[in-house]
């Protein structure tokens, strides 16, 4: 396995416009993350995925916002009539559960990110 | 509520000299994690430590350093005979258990270090 991959690494879409990305996990996680990162920030949390259930969703997730992740592999982040300020790096991570053998605190496995720019 | 501070923006230092990357954090927990995080240009942001609350030992792996003091709330990390490959952003984050059973990660601001040649 070479890690997490995310799909596309760089989308530039006008304003109004539905955008969907896709996250690959590292395939024996159970635990998903998506983030999000802008210029001169750290990557701030916006959902987590536990196998198929979202267990958490930040306050930053707008009803805009939707993420999925149906069989519990990949998972997709969908941005509804896109605005400028969604224009960011949208970063998914990967980790394993205390049940797959590791701490409940392992380092999580990031993404290269899909690059955002919302005109 | 779990806080990380990175106060330092951007750090220049010429190669070979050696840098410390300052990292302060919040939380109620007693049980925690602490990471530091490599993005070099490419974007993708590499695990470098993780470090309990339980075990304040210093670490040093190669030219990178750790220094984790709990009764300061601080964990720096020193880059020792800085190299042009070191040039990056570095990102400190603190790994807390919510009450649903799973990690919260909470990252810093960052630090860009940029080692001049």
């Known amino acids: 396995d070479t890690g997490v991959s995310q799909d596309p690494r760089h989308k530039i879409t006008k304003r109004g416009q539905n955008v969907t990305f896709r996250c690959d996990p590292i395939?024996?996680?159970?635990?998903l993350y998506w983030y999000r990162q802008t210029l001169g920030q750290g990557p701030e949390f916006l959902t987590y995925?536990?196998?198929?259930?979202?267990?958490?969703k930040s306050r930053l997730l707008s009803d805009r916002f939707s993420a999925e992740r149906p069989k519990g592999s990949f998972s997709t982040l969908e941005i509804q009539r896109t605005e400028q300020g969604d224009s960011a790096m949208y970063l998914c991570a990967s980790s394993p559960s205390p049940g797959q053998g590791s701490s409940n605190n392992s380092p999580l496995h990031f993404g290269n990110g899909t690059r955002l720019t919302v005109t | 509520a779990q806080k990380v501070t990175q106060a330092q923006t951007e750090i220049s230092v010429v190669e070979k000299e050696d840098v410390t990357l300052d990292c302060v954090y919040e939380t109620r927990d007693t049980t925690y994690y602490l990471f530091w995080y490599k993005q070099p240009p490419s974007g993708e942001l590499v695990f470098l430590i993780r470090r309990n609350s339980f075990d304040e030992q210093n670490e040093i792996s190669g030219r990178y350093s750790w220094n984790f003091q709990k009764s300061t709330s601080s964990f720096n990390f020193t880059i020792t005979a800085s190299q042009v490959v070191d040039s990056a952003v570095y990102f400190c984050?603190?790994?807390?258990?919510?009450?649903?059973?799973?990690?919260?990660?909470?990252f810093g601001t960052g630090t860009k270090l940029q080692v001049i040649p």
């Open positions: 995925f536990q196998n198929e259930a979202q267990l958490e």
């Open positions: 395939s024996e996680h159970n635990r």
């Open positions: 984050a603190l790994s807390e258990v919510n009450s649903g059973g799973y990690q919260k990660v909470t």
